[in-house]
């Protein structure tokens, strides 16, 4: 059985929800810390905003900050964001809300509609964050 390394450092925080799967919440390699996907759960699992992409947006945000705060960083040395969307159509709602999310600060980001989501949710935000 494959043991995490030693060098790297598991991130959990009960401010989000658990992860779904075998996967941690984020790990932090050296001065970055890496989030797995945060999709529109509240902390205790359960779904918001089914079909309102607007209310998902902003949990999935919500969720992202807890564990980026969880793993000693801040939204503004987020580097990279990858946002997943359902669909494209969606695109201007999603960006008004991460933008306004992240004010100012405009990491490096990557958005692509996918044929599916976990949960069957509508969007899905992962980040690399440097702690330095």
Do not use: W
């Amino acid at each position: 059985m494959t043991e995490t390394h030693p060098s790297l450092s598991i991130v959990s925080t009960p401010n989000a929800p658990a992860a779904i799967g075998p996967y941690a919440q984020a790990i932090k390699a050296g001065d970055l810390l890496f989030l797995s996907g945060c999709i529109p759960l509240n902390p205790q699992g359960q779904l918001v905003g089914e079909g309102d992409v607007a209310a998902q947006t902003a949990q999935a945000l919500a969720n992202l900050k807890a564990v980026i705060e969880a793993g000693g960083g801040e939204l503004g040395r987020v580097v990279k964001t990858t946002v997943f969307l359902k669909s494209m159509n969606d695109f201007v709602t999603v960006n008004g809300i991460y933008a306004e999310f992240f004010g100012k600060h405009t990491p490096a980001r990557s958005a692509v509609e996918v044929a599916r989501l976990p949960k069957d949710v509508l969007v899905e935000v992962e980040a690399i964050v440097s702690l330095k």
